[in-house]
C-alpha cells in the first residue's frame, strides 16, 4: 500500500487463480489486496479431479495451445511443490466399438511429444492378461495404454499459493466479500465485508483483478453494477468416493460409451475417487450438489470396467464443483473450451478492471504470468517472471526426493507414526518440523481430535494458513474429515472458536 493507503492491486476471489495472481504479483514488488468471501478453495478450486494434466481429451477438440501449455506445466509445478504434487500413470483400456487402438496411440504420441516431457515417463503398451493393472477388470480388456500425468492436492495448492503471496507482502483476508466497488477517477473503492463480524472497510486500489471463478460474471453484475453480462458458461461436474477399488497405484481412464471419459483414481490411501461428469448448471455456484441421475452414471460407466460393480451403497463421500468455463458457443457442456480467456478494460484514467474467464488448476501459474503482462502495461513494470523455478512453501526439496525427505522427518521425529509423519511430510513438505514445533512425544502434540490429527497441527493451521472452522481444517487443509466422525469435528469446530477467541482476547490486552 502506498503513503495514501492506495494498493496496487485487489483480487477478488482466492481461488487458484486469484491466489497465483496474488503470489506472482507480489513477488514482483506490487502491493496487493486479496478479499475471499468464504475459505480459501471453498469454491471450485478444491472440487476438481486433482490433476495436473495435459487434457488427452481435450486433443479431441483441437485445443493443442492449451494441451501443450498444461503438459509443460507439469513438470514445473510437480518441482515447485513435490509434497503436494506427484507423478501418477494412468491405465487406458481399449474398448472395443469405441476410439480404435490407432487413435489412442496417435493421441498419446503427441501427448509424449509436445509438452517438454523430461522425467515423466513415456507411454506404453500393456497386455491386461498379465499386467496386474488387468486384475480388477473385467477380462474383456486385454489391452491398454499406460501414460504420464501428476495427481494434486488441489486445495493445498491455493493455500501455498496464499501463503506464498503473503510472504511476499500480500494482505489475504478471507470470509470477505467485496459487496461493492466504484470508480473515482484513477482508482477503485472498494467495500470489503467481513462475513463473520459483519464489519466493513474500504480498500482504495489502483486495479482490480476480477478471479471469482463461477461467480465472475455475479461480480460484473452486482459488485460492479453491469448489465446484462454472460460470460461464463456453468458446468458442473461431480465425484464418487468409495472404498479402495485396487491397490495398484496407477489410475485408470475409461472411456464410456456417451463419448466421455471418467476417472478412477487411487485416493487418500483408503479409497477410490471416480469422477467426473459434465452438464450444464444454472443455480448459485455455492449450493452445488451432486445429483441422483450422476450417482447412477458415475456407477455404471465405473462398473462397465470392474469386475465388481461400483454400488451407490460403497459410497463414502461425494462432491460437486462448477466449472466456470468461457462461453464459447459450444453445444455440449463437455465440448465448451477448458482454455481461459484474459479481458481488461479501463486505463487513460479510468481505473483498470481486469477478469478471468475460465482456465484449469494445471494453467494458473501460466494464467497469472499472463495476467501480471495485462498488470504491468496498466501499472508499469516491477519485477520479472519469477514463479517458473520458485518452490512453494515446503516444496524446497529436491523433485525426486519424496522418500528422503520422509525418512528424515521420521528419524527427527521417531515418536510418530510412519503414516502419520508421512501424511506430514506429504501436506506439509519440509514445513513438517514447524507443524510439530518442540513436540518430543505424542502426548506433547496435544488434544487428539481423531485419525492422527492433533491440537499441534490445527494450530499450526490457525497461525499459518487461515484456517477457521472445522470444516477448513478437516476438508481443506487436510482431508482427515474422510476418517474423523461428527463428534469429533464438533469438539474441533468448539476448539477452534475457543482458541481463536482467546487470541482475540490476547491481542487486544
Ligand atoms: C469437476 C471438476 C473437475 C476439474 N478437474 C480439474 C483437473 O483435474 N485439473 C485441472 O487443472 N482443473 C480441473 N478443473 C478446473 C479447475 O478446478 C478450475 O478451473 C479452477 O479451480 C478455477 O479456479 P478459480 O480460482 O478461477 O475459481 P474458484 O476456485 O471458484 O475461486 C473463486 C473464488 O472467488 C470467491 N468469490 C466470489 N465472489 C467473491 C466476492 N464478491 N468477494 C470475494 N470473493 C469472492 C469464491 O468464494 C471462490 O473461492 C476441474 C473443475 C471441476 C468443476
Redesign the pocket.
Known amino acids: 500500500m502506498d503513503a495514501a493507503g492506495i494498493y496496487d492491486i485487489l483480487v477478488?476471489?482466492?481461488?487458484?487463480?486469484?491466489?497465483g495472481i496474488a503470489r506472482d504479483a507480489a513477488g514482483r514488488g506490487y502491493s496487493v489486496f486479496l478479499?475471499?468471501?468464504?475459505d480459501?478453495?471453498?469454491?471450485?478450486?478444491?472440487?476438481?479431479?486433482?490433476?495436473?494434466?495435459g487434457g488427452l481429451r481435450y486433443l479431441e477438440h483441437y485445443e493443442f495451445r492449451l494441451v501443450r501449455e498444461?503438459l509443460m506445466e507439469r513438470e514445473v509445478l510437480w518441482s515447485n511443490a513435490p509434497h503436494i504434487i506427484w507423478p501418477m500413470r494412468f491405465v487406458l483400456p481399449h474398448h472395443e466399438g469405441l476410439r480404435p487402438a490407432w487413435l489412442l496411440r496417435l493421441g498419446l504420441f503427441l501427448y509424449d511429444h509436445i509438452g517438454g516431457r523430461k522425467l515423466l515417463p513415456a507411454t506404453k503398451t500393456l497386455d491386461m492378461r498379465r499386467d496386474p493393472a488387468g486384475e480388477p477388470l473385467k477380462p474383456l480388456y486385454s489391452r491398454a495404454f499406460e501414460y504420464s500425468d501428476c495427481w494434486v492436492n488441489?486445495a493445498r495448492l491455493?493455500v501455498l499459493n496464499a501463503r506464498d503471496a503473503a510472504d511476499h507482502g500480500a494482505v489475504i483476508r478471507t470470509r470477505?466479500?467485496?459487496?461493492s466497488a466504484q470508480r473515482t477517477g484513477e482508482h477503485w473503492q472498494a467495500v470489503v465485508e467481513n462475513r463473520r463480524t459483519g464489519t466493513k472497510e474500504t480498500v482504495r486500489a489502483r486495479l482490480i483483478v476480477n478471479?471469482?471463478?463461477?461467480?465472475v460474471d455475479?461480480?460484473l453484475a452486482s459488485?460492479l453494477g453491469r448489465n446484462d453480462v454472460h460470460n461464463v458458461r456453468l458446468?458442473?461436474?461431480?465425484?464418487i468416493v468409495v472404498a479402495k477399488k485396487f491397490d495398484d497405484p496407477r489410475a485408470y481412464f475409461f472411456q464410456n460409451r456417451d463419448g466421455r471419459i471418467i476417472f478412477a483414481i487411487p485416493y487418500e490411501e483408503e479409497y477410490t475417487l471416480i469422477?467426473?461428469t459434465d452438464r450444464d448448471y444454472d443455480g448459485e455456484?455455492?449450493d452445488v450438489a451432486i445429483s441422483e441421475a450422476e450417482i447412477d452414471y458415475l456407477c455404471e460407466a465405473a462398473s462397465e470396467y470392474f469386475a465388481e460393480p461400483v454400488r451407490r451403497e460403497d459410497i463414502v463421500w461425494t462432491y460437486?464443483?462448477?466449472?466456470?468455463l468461457f462461453d464459447d458457443g459450444a453445444s455440449k457442456a463437455q465440448e465448451a473450451t477448458r482454455d481461459y480467456v484474459l479481458r481488461s478494460e479501463g486505463g487513460e484514467g479510468k481505473a483498470p478492471l481486469l477478469n478471468?474467464f475460465?482456465?484449469?488448476?494445471?494453467?494458473?501459474r501460466r494464467l497469472a504470468e499472463a495476467m501480471l503482462e495485462k498488470i504491468e502495461g496498466f501499472l508499469g513494470r516491477k519485477g520479472k517472471p519469477w514463479t517458473m523455478s520458485a518452490p512453494l512453501p515446503g516444496g524446497d526439496f529436491p523433485v525426486i526426493g519424496f522418500e528422503e525427505q520422509v525418512s528424515r522427518f521420521r528419524g527427527e521425529h521417531p515418536f510418530l507414526g510412519a503414516a502419520h509423519a508421512r501424511r506430514l511430510v506429504r501436506l506439509y513438505g519440509t514445513k513438517a518440523a514447524r507443524v510439530v514445533g518442540l513436540a518430543k512425544s505424542t502426548a506433547e502434540l496435544g488434544r487428539h481430535f481423531g485419525a492422527d490429527l492433533y491440537e499441534a497441527e490445527v494450530r499450526y493451521l490457525m497461525a499459518n494458513e487461515w484456517a477457521v472452522t472445522a470444516d477448513d481444517v478437516l476438508w481443506r487443509r487436510t482431508k482427515r474429515g474422510l476418517r474423523v466422525g461428527g463428534e469429533e469435528a464438533a469438539a474441533l469446530e468448539e476448539f477452534m472458536r475457543g482458541a481463536a477467541s482467546r487470541e482475540e482476547a490476547a491481542a487486544a490486552e
Open positions: 477478488i476471489g482466492g481461488g487458484i487463480n486469484g491466489c478479499a475471499e468471501m468464504n480459501l478453495a471453498s469454491g471450485t478450486s478444491s472440487w476438481s479431479t486433482k490433476l495436473i494434466h498444461a488441489d491455493v470477505s466479500r467485496v459487496a478471479a471469482a471463478g463461477p461467480w455475479d461480480v459488485t458446468v458442473q461436474g461431480s465425484h469422477g467426473t455456484p455455492g460437486s464443483g462448477v466449472r466456470p478471468i475460465g482456465g484449469k488448476i494445471t494453467t494458473y
